[in-house]
């Protein structure tokens, strides 16, 4: 199949990439020429894992790079629209971008296409994009649209793409759908699972994938309602977690027994400092004025949002907690990237929390894997960076975790506990049980689990000191 995808992001170059690897001939397209230039030299502009390898593997073979959306178009059966909907002031999805690709696909086609929304999009986009094309002069037979929202998350995007949980058709026509199962034919029927050079399964894998056929705009609304569930679900054990904290209670026994119903399920109960990224911001506010507009007040999402920021502000009442003042106090920062495994700091908690903490007159070290470069860009100049966890914990006053990156999560404590001025640990994202904090001597803050201090007793006649775990 040939196929275009429209927009060089995130998603685009990740599905681009992915498309080539199941057989199909792509084209990318991007208005940007200098990020066309850089993809063609074969820069990888994100972090994810395997896409290096997948850009290796098919670029200027079965994955081109062009500016040239008409000619990509002419070329193509299948136009995947994987262009940004950024939020307006209003948070609503601006769709200028998705409108400008839809004029200039109408203007181009050749012969039956079928036009694929892949970005988030609000419900009755689809229908826009209709209209849009058809006042451009695309005969009404000569095209479909139809909603193929993608599910992948940052960090883990190549193996969510090659092994999701379903894969979701939004197609109001049998002929247009038919072109879509055959692009994801090599997945639904299992046979690229078996080719030797397939991409390694990841845990839980769904192998192989169901398939599941809806309307247009049952597929658009299956995409934003399920961000907005899985948000809801972060707010609410965010919400569980300072009861926890208010009673005595340990957040991650609570999940444990909650998670275990299956009904409930164990992923995305982490407790931390609130959502951050891309997405889910952004797509609850669109989906909150997507209801809106049709009538109905999603008063729950207001919430889901609400809880989602107060988590920083009860973060920062921690941090405030465990140093007293803050001006002039010296901070290791672990994490800057939204989440763990990814360079991404859009609408990162952790950005936040340090432009919060440069304010009231920190000083701040700082140490993530792989979104030092991104942040440097839009956080002041006085934060220095650091090259490893150690080096940000030099003569600290506390060390905060803000990013759950797999390496803070295996830190060498001794080492760490000398480097540190005072050894406190305010840990954003529960990387640590307090008890094997509290036994290395570091008074330890958390979400949703009591503050845990080490009491320095002396045994009675000898000079050995034990150390006993104290609720603070
Ligand atoms: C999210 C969805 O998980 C994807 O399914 C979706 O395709 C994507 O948005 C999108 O719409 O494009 P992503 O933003 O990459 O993916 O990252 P997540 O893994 O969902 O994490 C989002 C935020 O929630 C991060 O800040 C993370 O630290 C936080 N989080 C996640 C928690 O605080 N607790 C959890 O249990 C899980």
Redesign the pocket.
Known sequence: MRIAVVGSG??GLVAGACFADLGHEVVLVDNDAQKVAALESGSVPIHEQFLPELLERHQGSRLTFSGNLAKAVRASSAIFVAVGTPPNDAGEADLSYVESVAREVAGAINGYKVVVEKS?VPVYTSNWVRTIMLRNGAEPESFDVASNP??????T?VT?FLYPDRIVLGADHERCAAVLREIYAPLTSGKYYQRPDAVPAPERANVPPPLIVTSAKSAELI?HA??AF??M??SF?NAVASICESVGADVQQVCQGIGSDSRIGK??????????????PK?LTAFRAVARECGYEFRLLDEVIRINEEQRHRFLRKVRSALWTLRGKRLGVLGLA???G?DDIRE??AVLLVQTLLQEGCTVAAYDPAAMDRARVVLPANVNYVSDPYEAASGADALLIL??WEEFAALDLPRLRVRLKYPIIIDG?NLYHPETMTAHGFTYYSVGRQTTTPEVISSAGADSKKIKVKNA
Do not use: H, M, Q, W
């Not at 993608?150 to 960090?155: A, D, S």
């Not at 992923?267 to 889910?280: A, D, E, V």
């Open positions: 995130y998603v988030t993608e599910f992948l998350r940052e960090g995007a969510d995409k399920s961000n899985l948000a679900k972060i054990v992923r995305f109960l982490n407790p931390g400092i609130g959502y951050g990224g891309s997405c889910f797509d939204f989440k763990g990814t990162s908690p990013t759950e994202r």
